[in-house]
């Protein structure tokens, strides 16, 4: 089932859609949801070369620029709703129940960048940490390769 944005909230683009013009300003936070995986946010960015669904990314506000995330990166951070890549735009989710690309996870575990762009896991690293998430469930579930990710407006802080 579609995300759908709630509140009266019109988008003019789809949250899994991309489009080569901005259909929005960037930055743009709404509020949708989905039948299976309930109430998200979504902020509206640009793509980044070999972005794929799931990836996490680093992101600056002002601009709407994107950065798939590595081990080191700094900043806020989404998860990709679309393989938004460059010269495109769409919606990247901040909270809720996100479904991520994942090396390894076990249910309840705390995410890490991992040296893969966009790619995480739930393997101990010093400084590479992404606050506000926590897997809720382990890889291979909803696939493979993914796991569901918590999101609370994540970032990576430099936390270990």
Not at 2 to 18: F, S
Request: aromatic share 6%; glycine share 12%; proline share 4%.
């Amino acid at each position: 089932m579609p995300y759908t944005a709630i509140d009266n909230v019109v988008i003019e683009q789809g949250i899994h859609d991309i489009e080569p013009i901005a259909a929005h300003p960037m930055g743009r936070i709404v509020v949708a949801t989905d039948g299976l995986y309930g109430v998200g946010e979504f902020v509206y960015l640009r793509g980044v070369a070999s972005t794929v669904i799931g990836d996490l990314v680093i992101f600056d506000q002002s601009t709407g620029n994107t950065t798939r995330a590595v081990a080191g990166s700094r900043g806020p951070c989404a998860v990709a709703m679309s393989a938004c890549v460059a010269l495109q735009f769409g919606w990247y989710q901040i909270s809720g129940a996100a479904i991520v690309r994942t090396n390894t996870a076990v249910n309840n575990a705390s995410p890490y960048v991992t040296a893969g762009a966009g790619l995480i896991d739930d393997a101990v690293v010093a400084t590479d940490k992404i606050d506000g998430a926590r897997y809720k469930t382990a890889d291979g579930s909803p696939a493979a390769g993914f796991a569901i990710l918590q999101l609370a407006r994540p970032a990576l802080n430099g936390n270990g």
